[in-house]
């Protein structure tokens, strides 16, 4: 199982950017997918995160600005942010809870982390 997080980069503040995450490989369901992200010196925390039926949770710190949404059929889980902060630098990662095998218990996988920057 392979999670691949793409759409990071640079923006400036009040602006917008997409980040997509995709989990491929031998994958019978996945339950919740989420997005975390680490600052420089700061431990990881929740951004968001979405169950497969549907239902979302969203940060204090983002409500409002960023959302939460997968296609199921694509095994995809995506973050829109908007009105970026300078505060919202910092590495983010996917993470989906994964059963391969009918049955079997969920596994949490990660992705590699992608960057981003808001620029004052």
């Known amino acids: 199982v392979q999670v691949v997080e793409s759409g990071g980069g640079l923006a400036q503040a009040g602006g917008s950017l997409r980040l997509s995450c995709e989990a491929s490989?031998?994958?019978?369901?996945?339950?919740?997918m989420g997005w975390y992200r680490q600052a420089p010196g700061k431990q990881r925390e929740l951004v968001a995160v979405?169950?497969?039926?549907?239902?979302?949770e969203h940060a204090d710190s983002v409500k409002g600005r960023f959302t939460i949404s997968r296609d199921n059929a694509k095994n995809t889980v995506y973050l829109q942010m908007n009105s970026l902060k300078p505060e919202d630098t910092a590495v983010y990662y996917c993470?989906?809870?994964?059963?391969?095998?009918?049955?079997?218990?969920?596994?949490?996988?990660w992705g590699q982390g992608t960057q981003v920057t808001v620029s004052p």
């Open positions: 993470n989906a809870d994964i059963a391969r095998y009918y049955r079997g218990s969920l596994i949490s996988y």
């Open positions: 490989g031998s994958i019978v369901s996945i339950n919740a």
């Open positions: 979405i169950m497969s039926g549907g239902s979302t």
